[in-house]
């Protein structure tokens, strides 16, 4: 019975077959089965496939575009996952590429200010590039703080700006020199 119908299968050959058959005596047919309703209420359209012989996906039920709602609901759950992470690991990046520029001047990251400032899409060798600007803080001699900034282009460093040393360098300090570009 589905949905207070009765359906049974007839062979080409004679003899009605129900659904609740051993298996042996339903697969033995070279045609696929004719399905019969019977007892069944005027028109259900619910019921429509079990007669017609075809699958209910085939129609374009319903339950077809929740299923596809779900495929996309979880393609836009693993894109979102997918730019979160994307996001976490270019931090990361420009907090290495920050710790480099600090260390070749001289001075010190202040790595808990770093945060993303600007995303943008740029032409980068004649192709769009995502391009992230971070912004951070530096000490110069652990009691100030001063701004700069670094560009990624991608996964690599674009250009930078950090302040310039504002004291005079100690006897036997290497004077270094960063040109951004």
Not at 87 to 111: F, K, M, P
Not at 135 to 149: C, K, Q
Request: proline letters at 6%.
């Amino acid at each position: 019975m589905a949905g207070g119908c009765l359906v049974t299968h007839r062979p080409a050959g004679g003899r009605t077959i129900g659904r609740g058959a051993p298996r042996h005596l339903r697969s033995k047919h070279s045609k696929p089965p004719k399905s019969i309703v019977t007892g069944c209420p005027a028109a259900n359209p619910a019921d429509d496939h079990v007669a017609s012989g075809t699958l209910a996906s085939a129609r374009g039920d319903p339950h077809t575009r929740r299923m596809l709602g779900t495929w996309l609901l979880l393609l836009a759950i693993a894109c979102a996952v997918w730019l979160w992470m994307d996001a976490l690991a270019a931090r990361e990046r420009a907090i290495a590429y920050g710790r480099e520029l600090c260390r070749a001047a001289g001075v010190q990251l202040l790595d808990q200010t770093v945060a993303l400032k600007r995303v943008r899409i740029r032409l980068v060798d004649k192709l769009p590039t995502l391009v992230r600007r971070y912004g951070f803080e530096i000490s110069i001699d652990g009691s100030d703080r001063h701004r700069g900034h670094l560009d990624l282009q991608g996964h690599r460093l674009g250009s930078w700006s950090l302040p310039e040393r504002t004291r005079p360098l100690a006897i036997g300090e290497p004077a270094r020199v960063i040109v951004g570009n």
